[in-house]
């Protein structure tokens, strides 16, 4: 996927672009931002090295053949400079086949309608026949809401530690 058209899911229009290599320095901010990863794994900041790992098999991803990927939100200058950049959104294969969503927003854009129009954005661009899923901690209702209101469905809770997150599985079967 290359760099969308401009799409308002909220008041800040957003488009996506591909990943680079040059990215990696700021997703690792973003990645060490422990509102940012909140409710990502366990709930802590990535180490510089974790981050870099993550952001390796996400860049091959994004240059493979398969559906998945990952993207840049950009604001609407529409520049890739760090003032531009307001999230990713990340799309990989799970085990069963299904792709897998994740959507991290720069707390500077928070409530400005991004994470809803990146993901309409990635969905309406997705090829079709694909079972789309995502992981949310129960406790993250902002979330919660906005996959909701995208069409996803709760499928399962998912087993955890009692002193864990309640993680629900939610999927947009798309035919």
């Known amino acids: 996927m290359s760099v969308s058209r401009w799409s308002s899911g909220g008041s800040t229009p957003v488009a996506l672009r591909p990943v680079v290599a040059g990215d990696e320095p700021w997703f690792q901010s973003l990645a060490a931002d422990p509102a940012v990863v909140a409710y990502v ?6 180490s510089p090295q974790k981050a870099s790992r993550r952001f390796a098999q996400g860049l091959r991803a994004t240059n493979s053949a398969s559906a998945g990927g990952w993207w840049v939100i ?3 200058s529409g520049h890739a400079t760090t003032t531009s950049r307001a999230g990713l959104v990340t799309a990989e294969k799970d085990r069963q086949g299904a792709l897998e969503i ?3 927003v720069d707390p500077r854009w928070w409530g400005r309608g991004l994470a809803k129009g990146a993901l309409r954005e990635l969905v309406n661009t997705l090829p079709r026949r694909l079972t789309l ?3 949310v901690d129960r406790a993250n209702t ?27 599985r ?3 079967h798309r035919r």
């Open 41 to 46: 794994g366990d709930g802590r900041p990535w």
């Open 74 to 76: 950009l604001t609407p």
């Open 102 to 104: 994740g959507i991290w």
């Open 133 to 135: 899923v995502v992981h």
């Open 142 to 168: 902002r979330s919660m809401r906005l996959l909701r209101t995208a069409g996803f469905q709760e499928s399962s809770v998912l087993p955890q530690a009692s002193t864990g997150p309640k993680l629900i």
């Open 170 to 172: 939610m999927e947009m």
